[in-house]
């Protein structure tokens, strides 16, 4: 690293640090840094607290209760969902009861948990995530543990870290599938139009006939009130894949904007 790039990188951490300290305070930044100092040390003991109160869940309230509350160690596996939305996706979901299901774009956590828990108790659950992703933003290698976590005990996970648009990603999918066909596919990864409409046209092959395919981000934000999500192209191309085939679509009432869960069946 050359003298430049050493000034640029002190400067950045510098005008962290003042940010840190104008939002916390100094106790409370110094209790942050701490926390998140620990995490990947104790991720191991909120998989395994995890693992115990998710074998306590039944029904889909106590699904998502366990997603959007949980937070051991300050380890947090919020979805980035309308709980409404949500819900009803996992009650198509859990009608269906999958044997072989994908979700691209997992990030946070709590919807790929959820899923695992309305699937079949033997079902083959995969996630194929991009580090660092422009969208979401990936999770870091010490979650790993705590997502392996979210399986019951005789379901497979298979965590994919890569880019959903690469040929080796999607044949590493097909590789993990040994031929089972997918029950379902959720796409919540890249929002460009083109991004979305590449993971749609290239994972639908692997869909079942009468299997689901859902989508995260159809809704545009309303013009009056501020957004909580940028769901980028999906609305638009939502639209256009809508116009050929009979959907339907989940979008809470009560958003401040954006989010919405559009379903199509294979």
Not at 3 to 14: G, N, Y
Not at 19 to 39: H, M, N, P, Q, T
Not at 196 to 207: G, M, P, T
Not at 236 to 248: G, K, N
């Amino acid at each position: 690293m050359n003298t430049a790039q050493t000034s640029l990188r002190v400067s950045t951490l510098v005008s962290r640090g003042r940010r840190g300290i104008d939002r916390y305070g100094w106790r409370a930044l110094s209790k942050e840094v701490f926390v998140r100092s620990s995490r990947p040390a104790l991720a191991p003991l909120a998989a395994h607290q995890l693992h115990r109160r998710a074998a306590n869940v039944q029904s889909i309230d106590e699904i998502l209760d366990l997603a959007f509350e949980f937070k051991p160690c300050g380890i947090s596996i919020r979805p980035c969902q309308s709980r409404w939305e949500i819900r009803h996706l996992l009650e198509e979901v859990a009608n269906v009861r999958p044997r072989a299901m994908l979700e691209i774009g997992t990030a946070t956590g709590g919807s790929l948990l959820a899923f695992t828990r309305v699937s079949a108790p033997d079902a083959h659950v995969l996630s194929v995530d991009l580090p660092h992703g422009a969208f979401g933003g990936g999770y870091p290698m010490w979650k790993v543990p705590l997502y392996k976590a979210f399986a019951t005990d005789h379901q497979r996970l298979d965590l994919i870290r890569g880019n959903s648009h690469s040929q080796q990603t999607f044949a590493e999918v097909e590789a993990r599938l040994k031929g089972r066909p997918l029950d379902f596919l959720f796409i919540d990864g890249d929002h460009t139009y083109d991004g979305v409409q590449a993971d749609f046209e290239q994972y639908k092959s692997l869909v079942r006939p009468g299997g689901l395919i859902a989508f995260h981000d159809i809704a545009p934000p309303h013009s009056d009130s501020a957004a909580i999500d940028d769901p980028g192209d999906v609305p638009q191309f939502w639209t256009d894949l809508t116009a050929r085939q009979p959907s339907r679509a989940f979008i809470d009432p009560n958003s401040r904007g954006c989010f919405g869960i559009g379903v199509l069946t294979a």
